[in-house]
């Protein structure tokens, strides 16, 4: 890890070009790797010595992207997904099992809501979802002995709510479980969740990592410090011998990588759910500009959230950047430098206010996509979250009018304009 700043990481962190070689990290496009002798490729199957030899376990191209975003978080380890559902998936399935129990956020991102409230549930591991701003003793009674780890967002997608991050990470612990968080629409330019005692971060890549709407791609980077080995037979998939793999125990070979470890060498080997080295490459790019990007979200956010705010047709603004907003506190104290560029509002004229408006819209563009460079519109009760029943809606934060705001990095003015002569058709 290094100890430049984040703008500088975004560009120089994950790959360093020796003597002659490309300056661009290139694109390792092949899935497998040559060696001369069969002793040489049996000293890797034998975990002897470290080599490449299948995409699916490691590719240097997408190394090279996981080790820069886990410098970016501050974490020890990161490993790519072909999605963001693969990597809340594998996040929890790495150290879950049958009959195994998760807290989560009931704010989360409707995929994660139907990932663990229903596939995962088939599986064998059950979820309880708990309000993010209930009380501590209400939010200590979801956890059951078989609980084994606690799920939210830092900015929920698309309820904006801000996640107490210390007050969950404290929670979690004294429960003796890990804190994971999708970190997905703060990014670690704004919130960096390991330095408020998160143990595994998060992200759906396809967002503003990538930012320019190229790739779908996820990542999970572990901080390596939660202490798996404390409690004992609690994660025996890291504590007990590995029967699949040399009868390897994680935390015993690998320490503090025997989270991500495992990750790569159980579920992605058995899995696949692998990004392909070319959308790495693209990933790498939009990594590159990250910060500028967020900064100019975060601005044009708030122009366009203090506009909305003051609009007669437009009943209520969520975007924790408004000093009346319910997080703008909890924004403050969490992401002091801006939150994202993602807001949501509600229409005095309700539901088909909202789609008169939505049709209206020329330079935003309705699409099922957020926080991506170019700004776009989403109306969740009847996109994301259309299968969810009106309480399930009210738990998520999500009301049947509400309409989801992806500002973008255009210039601000031109989309004011635009949500002037579409608020005007409302
Ligand atoms: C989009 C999103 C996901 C899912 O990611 P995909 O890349 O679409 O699979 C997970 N969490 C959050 C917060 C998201 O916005």
Known sequence: MSNYRIETKCLHSGYKPGKGEPRQLPIYQSTTFKYDTTDEMGKLF???????????LQNPTNDAVAAKIADLEGGVGAILTSSGQAATFYSIFNICEAGDHVVCSSTVYGGTFNLLGVTMKKLGIESTFVDPDAPVEELNKAFRPNTKAVFAETIANPALVVLDIEKFAKIAHEHEVPLIVDNTFATPVNCRPFEWGADIVTHSTTKYMDGHAAQVGGVIVDSGNFDWAKYGDKYHGLTTPDESYHGIVYTERFGKLAYITKATSQLMRDLGSIPSPQNCFILNLGLESLPLRVERHCYNAQKVAEYLNA?????????AGLPGDKYHELAKKYMPKGTCGVISFELTGGR???????????LATIATHVADAKTCVLHPASHTHRQMNDEELAAAGVSPGMIRFSVGIENAEDIIEDLEQALANA
């Open 311 to 319: 609009h007669e047709k437009v009943s209520h603004v969520n975007f």
């Open 46 to 56: 034998d975990l002897e010595e470290e080599g490449y030899f299948y995409t699916r």
């Open 352 to 362: 088909e206010a909202a789609v008169r408006f939505m049709d209206s819209l020329k």
